[in-house]
């Protein structure tokens, strides 16, 4: 049989909700009442890594998964690994270690969590991670980058997100759909990411921001950036990527001290592009030169910009990187 690690790292998988209906992390342990079921499967060792609410999670704890799993799969002991994870932040942690991992790395390397806790009526945390312990040990699961398990659908890291603060089929992948489904036939692709990266990376020290464009915003709110030690700015911008005009002579003075600034869209698909032609719109803001992403959201674009200044602080470059 399979043998598959399972790193906790905490989250609504493993709270309970107490005689208030306030839900609370619990003891370590919580997972352990799912091992019967697991080992229908394969022989799953748990590993208790953190019991960290979602909010509470850091690019220092990302990065101290990354090492941990980094350990686990230079032993080559597991036919798999799972990690169990808050939602609210389960997209960064995805595809941090999906960034970060090294492209050789063929073990399946799956994240899921819950929408209700473990003593929720309909609590969806065992099957989810029931299924993430199956897609894991899929020999098809190989060699797709770090995957999301949810609901009986398997996500690439870089495109889900969570679309729902409460529905348990929160987890959407706006642009592609999932990649899998997981049902009782077993696990099955439909199809898989063209595109896969790797970033070699030893810390996660660099400060980057992330601001969200609303219309009729005041400079002011991004000025205080200018006396900010700031590596990086991510923005979410309007539609295909444009601006207020009145935060535009902020962004210039950002970009004349060095700041390397990506462009997302706030819209929930589609990507950004030079496309208008006014004040604040896409042409003058590429030709100022901010770094137009490929479709990823904010979030996510903040933790590539991380992970790539880490190679490199030129704008050529980081614009082939978000590219890609």
């Known amino acids: ?23 609370k992390p619990v003891d370590d342990q919580a997972l352990n009442r799912c091992l019967p079921q697991l080992n229908r499967y394969a022989q799953v060792t748990m590993e208790h890594f953190a019991n960290l609410p979602s909010p509470h999670m850091t690019l220092h704890v990302m990065n101290d998964l990354r090492r941990r799993i980094m350990q686990e799969l230079e032993a080559n002991r597991y036919a798999g690994i799972v990690v169990t994870h808050g939602t609210d932040t389960l997209e960064e942690t995805a595809y941090f270690l999906d960034l970060t991992l090294p492209l050789s790395v063929q073990v399946p390397v799956v994240v899921t969590g819950a929408m209700r806790s473990s003593n929720e009526p309909g609590s969806d945390g065992p099957v989810n991670l029931i299924s993430a312990v199956r897609t894991a040990i899929e020999p098809a699961s190989r060699d797709k980058g770090v995957l999301v398990v949810f609901n009986e659908e398997i996500h690439a890291a870089r495109h889900v997100t969570k679309t729902h603060t409460s529905n348990v089929a929160a987890f959407q992948s706006p642009h592609c759909g999932p990649i899998g489904t997981v ?26 921001p992330l601001i969200k464009a609303v219309a009729g915003m005041d400079p002011l709110w991004l000025s205080f950036l200018l006396e900010q030690p700031v590596d990086g700015l991510v923005i979410e911008g309007f539609g295909l990527g444009n601006l207020p005009p009145a ?16 462009l997302v869209s706030r819209c929930l698909g589609g990507q950004v592009a030079p496309v ?25 674009a903040r933790i590539k910009l991380i992970a790539a200044l880490q190679q490199t602080n030129s704008r050529t470059q980081l614009q082939q990187f978000f590219e890609r």
Do not use: W
């Open 247 to 262: 935060i535009v002579p902020t962004l210039a003075q950002l970009l004349a001290k060095g700041v390397p600034i990506v």
């Open 1 to 23: 049989m399979e043998q598959v690690l399972v790193i906790q790292t905490g989250g609504t998988i493993a709270m309970s909700a107490d005689e208030t209906e306030g839900v």
């Open 276 to 300: 208008y032609d006014y004040a604040g719109g896409g042409r003058q803001l590429r030709d100022m030169g901010l770094i137009f992403s490929n479709g990823l959201n904010g979030p996510k």
């Open 183 to 208: 049902s009782k036939r077993g696990v099955l692709y439909h199809h898989a990411p063209l595109v896969r990266e790797y970033f070699p990376i030893e810390h996660v020290a660099a400060n980057v």
